[in-house]
C-alpha cells in the first residue's frame, strides 16, 4: 500500500514495470519485483518478491529522487525498514523468512512446497548416495475368503533406482503390521504375489516380470518386528541403474473395528530421495467402508512411522478418486503400468472394474516420510 500510494502521487502506474522504471530510474527485474509486490494478495507472495539488500539500496535512492510528498516517501522507507526488522528479530537471515512465510501461505503453496523439497531431494541423493526417478506403489484390499477379514496386496516399485555410490545397500522391500497405536509386529502371515519365484529362489518377494534383468540381487534381513529386504552394494550411476519391484498379499486381516484398532490404514513409506512418488490405493466395491478414505503425510525419521500430532506434515497434494473403471489410469511415468495391473488382478483373482480406484502423485516427495491413505473400519453391529 506505502509503494502503490508514493507510485500514483508522481504519476507512475503501480502495475506496469516500464511505468515504474521510468519515475524511479529502476531496471526492468527491479521494476517487475515492485508491481508483484503491490499486486500480491497473499504475504508469502510479497515476500517471495522482495530483493536483496543491494536491490532495496537501489530502491531507496529511487524513492528519495521523486517529487512525492515527504510524508509519503517516508511511509515507503518505514515500510522497508520494518521488513528489515523482521529478518533481523525473526529470523536472521531472508532464505529463513521465506520458508516461514511459505507456512503461512494461502495460494501458491503447492508450488513453494515442491521448491524447497527438490531442494531436499538433491542434498538427500548426495548424503544418503541412492536416488529413484519413481516410487510407485499400489495397495489392493478386497474380501477375504475367511468371514469379516480381508485380504491386502501390496506392490513396491523402486523405478530407475541407482547409487550415487557404488558401497550403497538400500532396503526395497519391508513387511510389517501394527495397530491404532502403532504396536508393530508380524501379527499376520504374508506371502509373495509372485509365490512360485519367491520358493524357488527361497529370497525376496520380487516380481521378477516388473524388475529389470538381470533381477536386482537382495539379501533378508530380519528382526523382531518386521523382515526387510536389502539391495546389495553394486556400481554407482546409470551404468548400476536398475528397476526392483516387489509384492505380498496379506491374509484374513480383521475388517472390524476393536478396541485398539478404528482405522484401516495403508501406509506408503518414501524410502529414498525420488523425483516423483505415485500411490495407488483400490477398494473392492463390496468394500463400502472405505470409499470415503483421508490422507495424512507424517515424517518417518525415527524409522518407523508414529501418528503422533507433532509428526504431522502439511501435503498440498489431494487424493483423487478416480472411481471405478474397467482400465487403469494413464501412468506415462511407468510405461508397464497396465501390464503390472492386469497382472496384479490375475494373480488376486478379480478385475479391474470390480475396484474403486484413489490416487495421489508427490513430485520430490520429501523424504523419509510415510504417506496414511485411511479409512474407519465398520462394527459387527452395523452389519
Same mark, same amino acid.
Given at each position: 500500500?506505502?509503494?502503490?500510494?508514493?507510485?500514483?502521487s508522481i504519476?507512475a502506474?503501480?502495475?506496469?514495470?516500464?511505468?515504474?522504471?521510468?519515475?524511479?530510474?529502476?531496471?526492468?527485474?527491479l521494476a517487475?519485483?515492485l508491481?508483484?509486490i503491490?499486486?500480491?494478495?497473499d504475504?508469502a507472495?510479497?515476500?517471495?518478491?522482495?530483493?536483496?539488500?543491494?536491490?532495496?539500496r537501489?530502491?531507496?535512492?529511487?524513492?528519495?529522487?521523486?517529487?512525492?510528498?515527504?510524508?509519503?516517501?517516508q511511509?515507503?522507507?518505514?515500510?522497508i525498514?520494518?521488513?528489515?526488522?523482521?529478518?533481523?528479530?525473526?529470523?536472521?537471515?531472508r532464505?529463513?523468512?521465506d520458508?516461514?512465510?511459505?507456512?503461512?501461505?494461502?495460494?501458491?503453496?503447492?508450488?513453494?512446497?515442491?521448491?524447497?523439497?527438490?531442494?531436499?531431494?538433491?542434498?538427500?541423493?548426495?548424503?544418503?548416495?541412492a536416488?529413484?526417478?519413481?516410487?510407485?506403489?499400489?495397495?489392493m484390499?478386497v474380501?477375504s475368503?475367511?468371514d469379516?477379514?480381508?485380504?491386502?496386496a501390496?506392490?513396491?516399485?523402486?523405478i530407475?533406482?541407482?547409487?550415487i555410490r557404488p558401497d550403497?545397500?538400500?532396503?526395497?522391500?519391508?513387511?510389517?503390521?501394527?495397530?491404532?497405536?502403532?504396536?508393530?509386529?508380524k501379527a499376520y502371515?504374508?506371502e509373495?504375489?509372485?509365490r512360485a519365484y519367491?520358493?524357488?529362489?527361497?529370497?525376496?518377494?520380487?516380481?521378477?516380470?516388473?524388475?529389470?534383468?538381470?533381477?536386482?540381487?537382495?539379501?533378508?534381513?530380519?528382526? @523382531?518386528?518386521? %523382515?526387510?529386504? &536389502? +539391495?546389495?552394494?553394486g556400481?554407482?550411476?546409470?551404468?548400476g541403474a /536398475? $528397476?526392483c519391484?516387489?509384492?505380498?498379499?496379506?491374509?484374513?486381516?480383521?475388517?472390524?473395528?476393536s478396541a485398539?484398532?478404528?482405522?484401516?490404514t495403508?501406509?506408503a @513409506?518414501?524410502? %529414498?530421495?525420488? &523425483? +516423483?512418488?505415485i500411490v495407488?490405493?483400490?477398494?473392492?466395491?463390496? /468394500? $463400502?467402508?472405505?470409499?470415503?478414505?483421508?490422507?495424512?503425510l507424517?515424517?518417518?525419521?525415527?524409522?518407523?512411522?508414529?501418528?503422533?500430532?507433532?509428526t504431522?506434515?502439511h501435503?498440498?497434494?489431494?487424493?483423487?478418486?478416480?472411481g471405478?473403471?474397467r482400465?487403469?489410469?494413464?501412468?506415462?511415468?511407468?510405461?508397464?503400468?497396465?501390464?503390472?495391473?492386469?497382472?496384479?488382478?490375475?494373480?488376486?483373482?478379480h478385475?479391474?472394474e470390480?475396484?474403486?480406484?484413489?490416487?495421489?502423485?508427490?513430485a520430490y516427495?520429501?523424504?523419509?516420510?510415510?504417506?496414511?491413505?485411511?479409512?474407519?473400519?465398520?462394527s459387527?453391529?452395523?452389519?
Open positions: 500500500m506505502a509503494f502503490s500510494e508514493l507510485l500514483i504519476g502506474d503501480p502495475s506496469t514495470p516500464g511505468s515504474i522504471s521510468e519515475h524511479l530510474g529502476l531496471n526492468k527485474n517487475w519485483k508491481t508483484k503491490i499486486g500480491a494478495e504475504p507472495a510479497a515476500l517471495e518478491q522482495m530483493p536483496g539488500p543491494p536491490g532495496i537501489i530502491l531507496l535512492k529511487g524513492i528519495d529522487k521523486t517529487k512525492a510528498e515527504p510524508p509519503l516517501v511511509t515507503a522507507r518505514d515500510a525498514s520494518d521488513y528489515e526488522r523482521l529478518i533481523r528479530v525473526h529470523t536472521g537471515d532464505a529463513t523468512l520458508m516461514m512465510g511459505s507456512n503461512l501461505a494461502t495460494k501458491g503453496r503447492q508450488t513453494r512446497d515442491e521448491q524447497h523439497r527438490k531442494l531436499l531431494y538433491q542434498g538427500s541423493s548426495y548424503v544418503w548416495g536416488q529413484a526417478r519413481t516410487l510407485l506403489k499400489i495397495g484390499m474380501p475368503q475367511r469379516g477379514c480381508v485380504d491386502l501390496n506392490v513396491n516399485s523402486f530407475d533406482f541407482r547409487r550403497v545397500s538400500w532396503i526395497m522391500s519391508r513387511r510389517a503390521s501394527n495397530s491404532d497405536d502403532n504396536h508393530t509386529g502371515s504374508h509373495a504375489l509372485d519367491a520358493l524357488k529362489n527361497d529370497l525376496a518377494p520380487l516380481m521378477p516380470e516388473f524388475c529389470s534383468d538381470p533381477v536386482p540381487d537382495l539379501r533378508r534381513v530380519e528382526d @523382531r518386528d518386521a %523382515v526387510s529386504y &536389502e +539391495l546389495t552394494e556400481p554407482a550411476g546409470n551404468t /536398475l $528397476t519391484t516387489a509384492g505380498t498379499v496379506h491374509r484374513e486381516l480383521p475388517m472390524y473395528s485398539e484398532n478404528r482405522w484401516g495403508h501406509t @513409506r518414501c524410502e %529414498v530421495p525420488s &523425483e +516423483l512418488m495407488d490405493m483400490l477398494f473392492h466395491r463390496e /468394500l $463400502t467402508f472405505a470409499m470415503d478414505p483421508i490422507v495424512e507424517y515424517s518417518d525419521v525415527a524409522g518407523m512411522t508414529s501418528t503422533h500430532v507433532r504431522k506434515l501435503l498440498s497434494e489431494q487424493l483423487m478418486d478416480l471405478v473403471s482400465t487403469p489410469p494413464p501412468t506415462p511415468q511407468y510405461t508397464r503400468y497396465r501390464a503390472m495391473m492386469e497382472w496384479l488382478m490375475d494373480r488376486m483373482g478385475k479391474y470390480d475396484f474403486r480406484a484413489f490416487r495421489i502423485k508427490i516427495p520429501a523424504f523419509p516420510t510415510a504417506l496414511e491413505i485411511k479409512h474407519p473400519l465398520p459387527r453391529e452395523d452389519d
